[in-house]
Protein backbone atom coordinates (compact mmCIF):
# COMPACT_ATOMS: atom_id res chain seq x y z
CA UNK A 1 0.00 0.00 0.00
CA UNK A 2 1.31 3.15 -0.81
CA UNK A 3 2.10 6.41 1.61
CA UNK A 4 -1.16 8.48 1.13
CA UNK A 5 0.09 12.48 0.10
CA UNK A 6 1.59 14.62 2.14
CA UNK A 7 0.79 18.57 1.33
CA UNK A 8 2.36 22.33 2.59
CA UNK A 9 0.14 24.57 4.40
CA UNK A 10 -0.36 26.29 0.90
CA UNK A 11 -2.08 22.94 -0.27
CA UNK A 12 0.48 22.12 -2.37
CA UNK A 13 1.97 18.54 -2.38
CA UNK A 14 4.79 18.48 -0.30
CA UNK A 15 8.41 17.58 -1.70
CA UNK A 16 9.80 14.13 -1.63
CA UNK A 17 12.13 13.69 0.92
CA UNK A 18 15.88 14.66 -0.53
CA UNK A 19 17.95 11.89 0.12
CA UNK A 20 20.91 12.73 2.45
CA UNK A 21 22.98 9.55 1.45
CA UNK A 22 26.82 10.51 0.48
CA UNK A 23 26.18 9.79 -3.02
CA UNK A 24 24.05 12.66 -3.13
CA UNK A 25 25.71 15.89 -3.52
CA UNK A 26 24.78 19.54 -1.86
CA UNK A 27 24.10 20.71 -5.38
CA UNK A 28 22.26 17.67 -6.67
CA UNK A 29 19.74 17.77 -3.44
CA UNK A 30 18.81 21.68 -3.83
CA UNK A 31 18.91 21.59 -7.75
CA UNK A 32 16.42 18.99 -6.65
CA UNK A 33 14.23 21.36 -4.08
CA UNK A 34 14.43 23.93 -7.03
CA UNK A 35 12.77 21.31 -9.61
CA UNK A 36 10.57 20.40 -7.63
CA UNK A 37 9.32 24.17 -6.46
CA UNK A 38 9.45 25.14 -10.32
CA UNK A 39 7.16 22.09 -10.47
CA UNK A 40 4.76 23.08 -8.17
CA UNK A 41 4.37 26.69 -9.13
CA UNK A 42 3.49 25.62 -12.60
CA UNK A 43 0.86 23.02 -11.54
CA UNK A 44 -0.37 25.58 -9.33
CA UNK A 45 -0.58 28.60 -12.07
CA UNK A 46 -2.06 25.67 -14.58
CA UNK A 47 -4.98 25.26 -12.64
CA UNK A 48 -5.35 28.92 -11.90
CA UNK A 49 -5.21 29.86 -15.36
CA UNK A 50 -7.44 26.97 -16.45
CA UNK A 51 -10.04 27.37 -13.31
CA UNK A 52 -9.84 30.80 -14.91
CA UNK A 53 -10.88 30.73 -18.17
CA UNK A 54 -13.83 28.12 -17.36
CA UNK A 55 -15.23 30.42 -14.66
CA UNK A 56 -14.92 33.84 -17.29
CA UNK A 57 -16.67 31.23 -19.82
CA UNK A 58 -19.22 30.14 -17.32
CA UNK A 59 -19.98 33.61 -16.07
CA UNK A 60 -20.51 34.83 -19.98
CA UNK A 61 -22.47 31.45 -20.68
CA UNK A 62 -24.93 31.72 -17.88
CA UNK A 63 -25.26 35.40 -16.81
CA UNK A 64 -25.17 37.19 -20.62
CA UNK A 65 -25.73 34.68 -23.03
CA UNK A 66 -28.55 33.13 -20.86
CA UNK A 67 -27.30 29.91 -22.91
CA UNK A 68 -28.82 30.64 -26.32
CA UNK A 69 -29.03 34.51 -27.58
CA UNK A 70 -26.77 34.60 -30.42
CA UNK A 71 -27.17 37.75 -32.12
CA UNK A 72 -26.75 39.77 -28.53
CA UNK A 73 -23.40 37.95 -27.38
CA UNK A 74 -22.14 38.43 -30.21
CA UNK A 75 -22.09 42.09 -29.88
CA UNK A 76 -21.37 41.80 -25.62
CA UNK A 77 -18.68 39.35 -26.54
CA UNK A 78 -16.78 41.37 -29.10
CA UNK A 79 -17.10 44.25 -26.88
CA UNK A 80 -15.75 43.16 -23.98
CA UNK A 81 -13.10 41.39 -26.19
CA UNK A 82 -11.83 44.31 -26.86
CA UNK A 83 -11.61 45.82 -23.38
CA UNK A 84 -10.37 42.61 -21.63
CA UNK A 85 -7.26 42.43 -24.80
CA UNK A 86 -6.91 46.28 -23.92
CA UNK A 87 -6.60 45.76 -20.11
CA UNK A 88 -4.76 42.21 -20.31
CA UNK A 89 -3.37 41.14 -23.82
CA UNK A 90 -4.97 39.83 -26.79
CA UNK A 91 -5.82 36.33 -24.81
CA UNK A 92 -9.01 37.44 -23.95
CA UNK A 93 -10.48 38.60 -27.81
CA UNK A 94 -13.73 37.50 -28.78
CA UNK A 95 -12.74 34.15 -30.28
CA UNK A 96 -10.67 33.74 -27.34
CA UNK A 97 -14.07 34.14 -24.83
CA UNK A 98 -15.93 32.29 -26.96
CA UNK A 99 -13.70 29.38 -26.33
CA UNK A 100 -13.86 29.99 -22.99
CA UNK A 101 -17.60 29.38 -22.96
CA UNK A 102 -17.67 26.23 -25.19
CA UNK A 103 -14.92 25.06 -22.57
CA UNK A 104 -17.62 26.10 -19.82
CA UNK A 105 -20.50 24.01 -21.63
CA UNK A 106 -18.34 20.86 -22.51
CA UNK A 107 -16.88 20.62 -18.66
CA UNK A 108 -19.83 21.41 -16.90
CA UNK A 109 -18.38 20.51 -13.86
CA UNK A 110 -15.71 22.72 -12.12
CA UNK A 111 -14.60 20.50 -9.28
CA UNK A 112 -13.56 17.99 -12.46
CA UNK A 113 -12.18 21.13 -14.67
CA UNK A 114 -10.13 21.72 -11.38
CA UNK A 115 -8.60 18.43 -11.02
CA UNK A 116 -7.93 17.49 -14.60
CA UNK A 117 -6.28 20.92 -14.66
CA UNK A 118 -3.70 19.13 -12.52
CA UNK A 119 -2.51 17.20 -15.92
CA UNK A 120 -3.80 18.90 -18.81
CA UNK A 121 -3.15 22.47 -19.73
CA UNK A 122 -5.54 25.01 -21.07
CA UNK A 123 -3.96 24.15 -24.41
CA UNK A 124 -4.38 20.82 -24.14
CA UNK A 125 -8.13 21.40 -23.19
CA UNK A 126 -8.48 24.04 -26.60
CA UNK A 127 -7.25 21.00 -28.80
CA UNK A 128 -10.21 18.27 -27.09
CA UNK A 129 -12.41 21.83 -28.00
CA UNK A 130 -13.36 20.65 -31.54
CA UNK A 131 -14.01 17.16 -30.70
CA UNK A 132 -17.77 15.95 -31.44
CA UNK A 133 -18.45 13.65 -28.92
CA UNK A 134 -17.85 13.80 -24.64
CA UNK A 135 -16.18 9.73 -25.07
CA UNK A 136 -13.94 11.29 -27.20
CA UNK A 137 -12.77 14.23 -25.19
CA UNK A 138 -13.14 11.89 -21.76
CA UNK A 139 -10.61 9.67 -24.16
CA UNK A 140 -7.67 11.75 -25.28
CA UNK A 141 -8.46 13.56 -21.83
CA UNK A 142 -7.45 10.48 -20.19
CA UNK A 143 -4.59 9.80 -22.47
CA UNK A 144 -3.00 13.13 -22.34
CA UNK A 145 -3.46 12.48 -17.92
CA UNK A 146 -1.92 9.28 -18.09
CA UNK A 147 0.62 9.55 -20.70
CA UNK A 148 2.12 13.14 -19.09
CA UNK A 149 1.55 14.26 -23.10
CA UNK A 150 2.77 17.54 -23.42
Known sequence: MSEPERSTEAGLPAPPPVPTDAA?????????????????????????????????GHLIDVEVLDQQRADYGKEILASLGRELATAYGKGYEDKNLYRMVQFARLFPDERIVASLGRELSWTHFKTLLPLKSSDARDYYAQQVATQRLT
Open 24 to 56: GSLFNRVSALIEQARQAVATYTNVALTLTFWRI
